[in-house]
């Protein structure tokens, strides 16, 4: 079951009219890196009309600008939650459209509850009737009309009619009650006795606010703000080497990347770009460990080279058959790095193996296929004929070369299909 948020400022981030796409120079490593975060922010937008990309365009160019950075949050919040409200008429509540929006209801349950009202719904009810309710189909024949409605000052009485008066109004229950803790500990400038007043205000004001698409309009705002944030904070971006944010390129990035304009840098392009830079930064140093160890390696007595890179040393040759990849084999063996960490052994489990070859790692698929049954090989594997660029679950980086002592035991030949006979239509 997925989690559900409760918090109604779900901070879904998200041609264009007025911003053209164009080549333009990049001139360095931190140009290249921040138009392709650029071409990568893009798709955040998730409303392809022409209307939501430039409200989306817009929205980031005025978070950059700062218009909400000195924002108390709680002024910040209520505004986000006003803005969300409106399309919750739309799409129906925390993501159900069979769920009909409220406003009314919403907004007083979460003033009511902020007030400290307990009877309307027990607290201890609450969150039973809330999880209970999304994971069930919502009862049928009910007319409900679906507002937008306003956020009330005050804690009032309210008859709860049907499901869908409870569900909305629980659900604003349980958005005061994880506010009022969020914003307690977090706004610094607001006094907690003012800040249900200063939340109201700004959550009438939210409801106001005239947006195409509000979840695209919210994605764009926190977008700007989070990249003025990087700025301000000389931060850069710290996966790859503190790279200097330089907003004018990365901005024409999204534009471009709107427009799929790709002359200059696909989004394909784009993402592995930084794919490779990101790695590169983490494990470079041992990406290149690992590549001169190799190259060393190669060069000791015994050692043998194939064309796809894989090196063998021969221990001890077998007697007996050869498997192919069909077959499966049984075999006794322990696999460490090149830091002798030992990450695997089948010795220290104290039995062997049996596994069909064709389903394990090509650098192990093509050096059994040396081997005869009764021999013991050193098979030393690249990256790229083992874990690659990913690893494998933590206890094997990316780029690690894996060192193999094997003893071959026993080769189990596939069964050969039985040849299908001919079959002659009768006349």
Not at 110 to 127: A, H, K, Q, R, Y
């Amino acid at each position: 079951m997925k989690k559900i948020s409760i918090l109604l400022v779900a901070m879904m981030t998200m041609m264009s009219c007025g911003y053209k796409a164009k080549t333009i120079t990049l001139e360095s490593e931190a140009d290249s890196i921040n138009y392709a975060l650029g071409v990568l922010f893009s798709s955040n937008c998730q409303d392809s009309t022409e209307e939501g990309i430039k409200e989306f365009l817009d929205a980031v160019k005025a978070g950059h600008n700062g218009e909400w950075e000195n924002m108390p949050q709680t002024e910040l919040i209520g505004t986000q939650i006003g803005i969300s409200a409106v399309e919750f008429v739309e799409s129906g509540m925390a993501g159900r459209a069979d769920i009909t929006f409220n406003g009314d209801m919403f907004f007083q349950g979460l003033v009511n509850t902020w007030e400290g009202d307990t009877t309307t719904v027990p607290e201890s009810e609450m969150m039973g009737f809330f999880m209970k309710s999304m994971q069930s189909e919502t009862p049928q024949g009910i007319e409900y009309e679906a507002k937008k409605g306003s956020c009330p000052e005050h804690k009032a009485e309210v008859e709860l009619v049907n499901f869908f008066d409870s569900i909305n109004y629980i659900f604003g229950a349980l958005n005061a009650q994880q506010l009022k803790t969020q914003l307690a500990q977090g706004d610094t400038i607001t006094p907690e006795e003012e800040q249900l007043a200063v939340l109201v205000k700004a959550i009438n004001k939210g409801l106001k606010t005239k947006v195409y698409s509000p979840a695209t309009y919210l994605g764009g705002r926190q977008l700007g703000m989070s990249i003025l944030k990087l700025e301000k904070d000389s931060l850069g971006f710290q996966d790859l080497d503190n790279t200097e944010v330089k907003f004018d390129i990365l901005f024409q990035g999204m534009i471009n990347g709107l427009n799929e304009y790709e002359d200059m840098m696909s989004y394909e392009e784009a993402d592995e770009y930084i794919h490779n830079l990101s790695l590169n930064k983490q494990y470079g140093e041992w990406k290149k460990e690992n590549t001169q160890w190799l190259e060393a390696n190669a060069k000791k007595e015994g050692v043998k080279t194939t064309a796809s890179g894989l090196q063998y040393k021969v221990v001890k040759e077998g007697t007996g058959v050869k498997p192919e990849v069909v077959d499966t084999v049984q075999v006794h063996y322990e696999g460490k790095l090149i830091n002798d960490t030992v990450f695997d052994s089948s010795y220290k489990r104290g039995e062997p193996i049996s596994f069909p070859l064709g389903n394990v790692i090509p650098g192990w698929i093509e050096g059994l296929q040396l081997m005869s049954e009764g021999a013991e090989y050193e098979l030393y594997i690249p990256y790229n004929l083992g874990y690659g660029e990913r690893g494998s679950q933590g206890a094997i980086e990316p780029f690690s070369t894996l060192i193999f002592k094997v003893e071959l035991l026993k080769v189990i030949k596939a069964k050969a299909e039985a040849p299908q006979a001919d079959i002659q239509m009768v006349q």
